[in-house]
């Protein structure tokens, strides 16, 4: 493409899918900054590289997690609304009350948040363990809302639900595996707690997608239909089948395909009639998670896609109970879902600044070569100046064999270093022009599709893809990615980004697309003159917890932001990301004693007539600043 090419803000929409993908969230302005819109008004909205800006006045330094309180609200009402809507225009009998489970992100800011946010409509939690019981226990104030404890349980985590079921909370506990019960049952006894038993049932129907293992008969959680009637006989034989009020499952994280979703809503809702007939109270149904988010913006079935929206979600949920209630004549019964990833996904931008970038120009070349030089570089050279349309294939294996070639004969001592320089100068300028000349073509060999990757530019950003956005490197999810600002101007750079882990696998060269994916995303030249900052969209759910300390980059710093209404902000709360010596601390280095080993070292030195007494105090303060440091480049 022309550099010269005018640009505007509808191409960059169109380029990174931004409209597709950011749902009401983000946009682009007029002055080509990504928008942060909450509340689809502009006046009301806040350009995210302005925020950038907020806070790097305030010493906060890139990389920076920004956590949007206004998106937050804005998600949780927006699923149980429309289940509202569905419910009503269904005139479903039930309600819906959702439970947000916490191990998608368990951070305290976002515990307390979706706490604050979700209390209007009851929307309560999932727990796992018995520390997300406690941290679950210590922001709720709701005692409506519902509390489930999924997971194995032993006694103390038992006793910690009983006591919270005492404390006045709606807390079930879900029996996963048969053996469960009877601890919770003699608990209770002794305790004198009245509990609320729920089961986890294995359903036939599975999704498919990248996370949905958790369903199908081979999943390793829940109760097949022989368990379920052992677990009703064994409440019945103690006279607590009056406690058995839930049924629960769960098929899997990110359902992309709806169909899946509604059959098995259809088997699971057959199970919860059979459990009312066998004579259980019964009254919540939860559906688990699974709620999809569109991440590539495709809407199709794809895995990092959805091909519905959370109105279908609901709407499909609300009239699948209802018709398999309705035939059986049972009551209906309150519709619970842990949507997590859908719930949190969006809140959260990471943002990183581009500390370097390589550019894979092509190089110029001789028109004729020295004739007294090799045969095989006549041989590379020749394949270079014979290039056409139609031998573009065939140019393409010749210099991929001769530069093996060239490094062949080189490691046998054939060929000098000069040689094996020119060598590569001809293939790399071969190499941009089958690139380029490949777009001509109207039918593109398999070969040549991906060859956009090998020319690319890297860009060196300032991050760890192993701590803020795991999944992308452990499974190849794909986020969205772009640059937040310069919008009006064309990204004539097709380029990879690179992390500044030391790891060959620290590195993003796949990026959504409308179909599939592309292993190129398109970026402005960086200038001398102003820092150029790249967001990590989508990155809420899941990604901050899954993190890990690859070359011991810490946690980055965070910002709660809370848009006020008058196209403004406030930074509701700063998180410090780690310091050298916290993470250091995470491997059982022990700072005091660290300190002390290079004052010793430094000493000796000292004593070596290696340093001066000055110097060594300098040398200490350069130590004591880098154990103070942020993990990530400091400008
Ligand atoms: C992980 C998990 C969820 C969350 O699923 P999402 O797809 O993120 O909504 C819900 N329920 C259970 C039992 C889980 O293990």
Same mark, same amino acid.
């Given at each position: 493409?022309?550099i010269?090419?005018?640009w505007? #803000?509808? #191409?960059?929409e169109?380029?990174y ?13 007029k002055?080509?900054d990504?928008l942060?819109?909450?509340?689809q008004?502009?006046?009301q909205?806040v ?11 305030r010493g ?5 997690l920004l956590?949007?309180e206004?998106? &937050? ?9 429309? @289940?509202r809507n569905?419910?009503n ?18 951070q ?10 979700g ?5 309560? @939690?999932?727990v %796992?363990?018995k520390a997300?019981? &406690? ?9 409506k809302? $519902?509390?489930?404890?999924? !997971?194995?349980k032993?006694?103390e985590?038992?006793? +910690?639900g ?7 909370f709606?807390?079930f506990?879900v ?6 019960l009877?601890?919770i049952?003699?608990?209770?006894e ?6 609320n038993?729920?089961v986890?049932?294995k359903?036939a129907? #599975?999704?498919?997608?990248h ?8 999943s390793?959680f %829940?109760?097949?239909?022989s ?6 006989e064994?409440?019945r034989s ?12 769960? +098929? ?6 709806i169909?899946?979703i509604?059959?098995? =809503? ?5 199970v ?11 009254g919540? +149904?939860?559906?688990g ?24 979600? $609901? ?12 035939i059986?004549n ?12 859908a719930?949190v ?11 370097? =970038? ?9 028109d ?7 045969? =095989?570089?006549h ?6 100046k014979?290039i056409n &349309?139609?031998?573009?294939q ?6 991929l064999?001769?530069?093996d ?9 054939? +060929?000098s ?8 100068k ?6 941009h ?8 073509l ?17 860009y060196? $950003? ?14 190849d ?6 640059p ?9 750079r ?5 992390d500044?882990? $030391?790891?060959?696998? !620290?590195?993003?060269d796949?990026f ?9 995303l398109?970026l ?12 990590v969209?989508?990155?809420?759910a899941?990604?901050?917890? &899954?993190?890990?300390?690859?070359n ?5 710093n =965070? ?11 406030d930074?509701?709360?700063e998180?410090? !990301?780690d310091s050298?010596d ?15 080993k290079?004052?010793?070292k430094?000493?000796q ?24 440091g ?6």
């Amino acid at each position: 493409m022309d550099i010269l090419e005018r640009w505007d #803000k509808e #191409k960059s929409e169109d380029l990174y899918g931004i409209n597709n993908w950011g749902k009401k969230y983000f946009s682009i302005s007029k002055k080509g900054d990504v928008l942060i819109n909450p509340t689809q008004n502009e006046e009301q909205a806040v350009s995210l590289i302005d925020i950038v800006s907020g806070i790097k006045d305030r010493g906060l330094e890139m990389p920076v997690l920004l956590r949007f309180e206004n998106i &937050l609200d804005e998600q949780i009402s927006y699923i149980n609304e429309s @289940f509202r809507n569905a419910i009503n225009d269904l005139d479903y009998k039930g309600t819906y009350q959702g439970v947000y489970p916490i191990k998608v992100n368990q951070q305290q800011q976002v515990v307390k948040e979706v706490a604050k946010f979700g209390k209007r409509y009851h929307h309560g @939690f999932e727990v %796992g363990s018995k520390a997300e019981l &406690l941290a679950a226990l210590s922001e709720m104030t709701d005692r409506k809302a $519902c509390l489930v404890c999924n !997971g194995y349980k032993d006694e103390e985590f038992i006793d +910690l639900g009983l006591n919270a079921i005492k404390l006045g909370f709606t807390l079930f506990f879900v029996i996963e595996i048969p053996g469960e019960l009877e601890i919770i049952l003699d608990r209770a006894e002794k305790l004198k707690v009245k509990p609320n038993i729920g089961v986890r049932i294995k359903l036939a129907s #599975k999704a498919s997608g990248h996370w949905t293992e958790s369903g199908g008969d081979r999943s390793i959680f %829940g109760l097949n239909m022989s368990q379920i009637i052992e677990v009703i006989e064994k409440l019945r034989s103690r006279g607590m089948l009056d406690t058995l009020k839930m049924m629960h499952y769960h +098929l899997g994280s990110q359902i992309p395909n709806i169909r899946d979703i509604r059959k098995a =809503v259809y088997e699971a809702t057959r199970v919860y009639v059979e459990l009312v007939k066998e004579g259980a109270p019964m009254g919540y +149904l939860d559906l688990g998670g699974g709620l999809a988010v569109d991440y590539d913006g495709s809407n199709t079935n794809y895995i990092n896609s959805s091909n519905y929206s959370i109105e279908e979600y $609901c709407v499909d949920i609300v009239e699948a109970v209802k018709t398999v209630l309705d035939i059986s004549n049972v009551p209906h019964p309150v519709i619970m879902t842990e949507s997590g990833r859908a719930l949190v996904a969006y809140y959260s931008v990471l943002i990183f600044n581009v500390l370097d =970038v390589a550019i894979f120009e092509s190089y110029d070349i001789p028109d004729v070569l020295d004739p007294s030089l090799p045969e =095989v570089l006549h041989n590379i050279h020749e394949a270079n100046k014979t290039i056409n &349309l139609k031998n573009l294939q065939e140019c393409y294996n010749d210099i991929l064999y001769y530069r093996d070639k060239v490094r062949d004969m080189f490691n046998n001592g054939d +060929l000098s270093l000069r040689e094996r320089a020119l060598a590569e100068k001809i293939f790399w300028n071969t190499m941009h022009q089958v690139v380029k000349k490949k777009d001509l073509l109207k039918f593109v060999p398999s070969d040549l599709e991906k060859l956009e990757n090998i020319i690319a530019d890297i860009y060196y $950003c300032n991050f760890s893809i192993f701590q803020s956005i795991p999944d992308c490197w452990a499974i190849d999810q794909l986020f969205p990615i772009m640059p937040i600002h310069r919008l009006l101007e064309h990204p004539s750079r097709n380029s990879i980004i690179a992390d500044i882990t $030391c790891d060959c696998d !620290g590195k993003i060269d796949k990026f959504i697309d409308i179909r599939e994916m592309k292993h190129t995303l398109p970026l402005h030249p960086i200038n001398e003159a102003e820092d150029y900052y790249i967001g990590v969209f989508l990155v809420g759910a899941y990604q901050e917890t &899954l993190g890990d300390l690859h070359n011991l980059f810490g946690d980055t710093n =965070v910002a709660s932001v809370r848009l006020t209404g008058d196209g403004k902000y406030d930074i509701t709360n700063e998180v410090l !990301g780690d310091s050298v010596d916290d993470v250091l601390s995470y491997v059982e280095y022990d700072s005091k004693s660290m300190r002390k080993k290079f004052r010793i070292k430094a000493e000796q030195a000292v004593k070596d007539g290696l340093i001066t007494p000055a110097e060594r105090k300098e040398i200490l303060q350069v130590i004591e600043n880098g154990l103070q440091g942020y993990t990530y480049y400091e400008r």
